[in-house]
Structures are given as structure tokens and as C-alpha cells.
């Protein structure tokens, strides 16, 4: 009995292993989605750029098919593939901000469509309407009945909120929109939004600028987000109006600095929401988030071999002293 213990201890210590391997994976898939978020959300996302939110999405090489229907638009490769470089920030394609432009591709808005049931929006998706205009091999049910709930709840008629030639914001209420901003986005984006920057047409620019440059993407985001900010707190599931997304985009817009000044703030730090696999705070934590590392990395493949070897030679052991 005395010569098995070394053996126990050494599987016990194999079976924790295992176990806290499980545990750092665990945690690193909860960060993928840090938050619940509702379909017309997501479906706003997807529409924003599912290339970047599906996770595992078929990336299709090339332009999309219909991309060739027009020639002003130059861009070319995945971003042609997405809802938004299409339909616009506004919805409204050919009707809205793109009408002209470089932006301008001649293809038709959604505000329309959304009207429709979601049927007859599933067959615009699907190909039955137009064999080129087919997203299944990309996006799942799911997530095609998330851009269908988007289409039908989530759309607004941004001209009703932002003047289609200044650019500028029509009745907004300062007050709300300040307290707005101050409550919830200054944060991560500082009292003055420039602590990031983001990158528009070629340039880092601040949160300011882009309200004044791009009031339509600024204001599609601040309801819904965007990909590369998923901890970033969406108005939509604040339970803000389209008017409180108004208000925000029109105090930044009034208020904060803007101009084509390149801001000298390197890219903020995302702090994630949940402390999931996020940085040690204490011992265990420490650990889980060092096995968290070595999971993603070869380490673990290494870790895992000698974890099979180790069993082997256990199970030989075992019967070897067995038969002795
Ligand atoms: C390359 C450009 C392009 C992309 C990308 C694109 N569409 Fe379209 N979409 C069109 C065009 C053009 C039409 C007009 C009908 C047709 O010719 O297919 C259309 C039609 C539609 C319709 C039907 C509109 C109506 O009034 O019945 C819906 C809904 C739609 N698109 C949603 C989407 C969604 C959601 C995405 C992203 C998953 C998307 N589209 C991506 C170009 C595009
Ligand atoms: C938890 C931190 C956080 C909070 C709070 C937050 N944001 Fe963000 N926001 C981000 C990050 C991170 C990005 C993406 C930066 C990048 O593109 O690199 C972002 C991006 C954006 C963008 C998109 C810019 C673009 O490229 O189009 C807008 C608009 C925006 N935020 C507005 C807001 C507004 C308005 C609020 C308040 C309602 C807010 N944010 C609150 C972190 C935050």
C-alpha cells in the first residue's frame, strides 16, 4: 500500500490540473460575449459588420458579388461585404448620406423593408429574391432572424434627427445629452472624448470629430455598439430612446473638441466589465489566468501530451507492481 501513495498524490495533482485547465477555458469563452445582449442588438452588429462578430464567420475572398453592379465605391475585399457599406449608417442607401460621395454605391435603403414581415426579409437574405444577395452560407438562423428583428425594431429615420447637409443635429436637448455623456461614456472616452481615437477615412480622429464627420455611424454605434468595443455600454439595452441617442450624439457634437487633430493619446486600455479571465487578483486567480495563458498557447498542447504520457506510464506502473 505504502509504495502506491506517491502514485495517488501524482494523479491527484494530474486530475487538479485538468480541472483548473477547464476552469481558464471556461473563462476565456465568457469573454468572447461579455454581454447579454438582445437579437435587435446583435442583428445591429451583424448589420454593422458580421465579419467581425460571427465568430468563426466564412470569411469569402474578393468583393461580393453584387459589388460589380456599381463603380464609384472604390473599397474593395471584406468590407464590400458588409450590410452598412451598402445600406448605409442611415439606412437609407442611395436616399441618405450616401446619395454622393465616395461612399455612394447607388444600392437602395432598408427603412422600407422594414416594414415587411420577416419572411419576405428571410427571402431578401436567403437568395429567393436575388440568387447574389444570399448571406446563409455566412450567418446562422439565429443570426439571420436577429438582422431580420434589427431591420423591423431597430431601424430609425436619422433624418428626423440629423440634417442630411450640415450634418448637424436638429433639436437635440443638451441637458439630457450632457448628463447622458457624463453618466455613462466619459469614462472610457474622457470628459472631453479624446482618450480614444478612432480611425475614419484614412485618419485617427476623436469622438468629437466623428460626431461632427459621421453623425450617422456615431449615432448607429452609440445605440448598439460596435465589435471592436464589446464591453462598451449600448444605449438600446440602456433602454434609451432614439431621442436620448440624439442628445449624446448632439453634446458631443456641440461641445467636445473636434477638427481633423490627430490626438497624440495612444488607443485606450479595454478594461473588460466582468473580471472573467481577466488580470490576477488574487492567488487563485493568478493561477487560473497563468493556465488561461498557457491554454491558448502551445504550452498547453505540450501540457496535454505529457499529462497522456504520464497516464500511460501510471497504468504500466500500476500493473507491473500488480503482477509483482
Ligand atoms: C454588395 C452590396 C450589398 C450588401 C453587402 C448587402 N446588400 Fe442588401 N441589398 C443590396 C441590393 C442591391 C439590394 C436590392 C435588391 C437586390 O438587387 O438584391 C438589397 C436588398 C436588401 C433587402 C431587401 C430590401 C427590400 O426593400 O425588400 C434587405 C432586407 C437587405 N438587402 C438586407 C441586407 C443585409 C441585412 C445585409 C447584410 C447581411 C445586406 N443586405 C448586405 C445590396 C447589398
Ligand atoms: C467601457 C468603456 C466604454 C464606454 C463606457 C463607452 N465606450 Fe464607446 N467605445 C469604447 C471602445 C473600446 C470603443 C472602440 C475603440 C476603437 O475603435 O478602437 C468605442 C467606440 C465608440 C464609438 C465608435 C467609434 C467609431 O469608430 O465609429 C462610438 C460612437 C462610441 N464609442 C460612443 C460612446 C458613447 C456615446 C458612450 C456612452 C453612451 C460610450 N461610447 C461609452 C469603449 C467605451
Known amino acids: 500500500m505504502n509504495k502506491l ?40 452588429q451583424i448589420y454593422d459588420d458580421w465579419t467581425s462578430v460571427v465568430s468563426d464567420a466564412a470569411i469569402p475572398v474578393g468583393n461580393h458579388p453584387i459589388w460589380s453592379r456599381q463603380s464609384n465605391n472604390t473599397i474593395s475585399g471584406i468590407d464590400t461585404w458588409r450590410c452598412v457599406v451598402c445600406h448605409g449608417w442611415d439606412y437609407q442607401g442611395i436616399d441618405g ?120 455611424r456615431f449615432l448607429h454605434r452609440t445605440r448598439f455598439g460596435t465589435a471592436r468595443a464589446p464591453e462598451m455600454p449600448l444605449g438600446y439595452e440602456l433602454g434609451w430612446t432614439a431621442e436620448d441617442g440624439r442628445d449624446v450624439v448632439y453634446y458631443v457634437q456641440s461641445s467636445l473638441p473636434t477638427g481633423f ?12 466589465v466582468d473580471n472573467l479571465g481577466g488580470p490576477a487578483q488574487n492567488w487563485f486567480s493568478g493561477i487560473v489566468t497563468a493556465f488561461g495563458a498557457m491554454a491558448t498557447s502551445l504550452g498547453f498542447a505540450i501540457l496535454l501530451g505529457a499529462l497522456f504520457v504520464g497516464i500511460i506510464l501510471v497504468l504500466v506502473w500500476l500493473l507491473r507492481s500488480r503482477r509483482a
Open 5 to 44: 501513495k506517491p502514485i495517488y498524490s501524482f494523479i491527484v495533482i494530474l486530475i487538479l490540473m485538468v480541472i483548473i485547465g477547464s476552469i481558464s477555458f471556461a473563462n476565456v469563452s465568457a469573454r468572447d460575449n461579455p454581454q447579454e445582449i438582445s437579437p435587435v442588438s446583435r442583428g445591429a
Open 97 to 216: 448620406a450616401f446619395r454622393s460621395g465616395s461612399y455612394s454605391t447607388g444600392f437602395p435603403g432598408l427603412l422600407e423593408a422594414s416594414t415587411k414581415d420577416q419572411s419576405t426579409l428571410v427571402q431578401a437574405l436567403d437568395g429567393s429574391s436575388d440568387a447574389q444577395h444570399n448571406f446563409t452560407s455566412m450567418l446562422s438562423d439565429d443570426e439571420i432572424e436577429s438582422v431580420t428583428a434589427f431591420i423591423q425594431t431597430g431601424l430609425i429615420d436619422d433624418n428626423e434627427y440629423i440634417d442630411i447637409v450640415t450634418r448637424k443635429v436638429t433639436g437635440g436637448n443638451f441637458a439630457n445629452g450632457k448628463e447622458k455623456y457624463e453618466q455613462v461614456c466619459s469614462s472610457c472616452h474622457g470628459d472631453d472624448g479624446t482618450l480614444a481615437t478612432f480611425r475614419y477615412e484614412g485618419t485617427e480622429v476623436s469622438l468629437g470629430t466623428l460626431a461632427v464627420q459621421d453623425p450617422w
Open 261 to 272: 487633430e490627430v490626438p497624440t493619446n495612444e488607443p485606450m486600455e479595454i478594461e473588460p
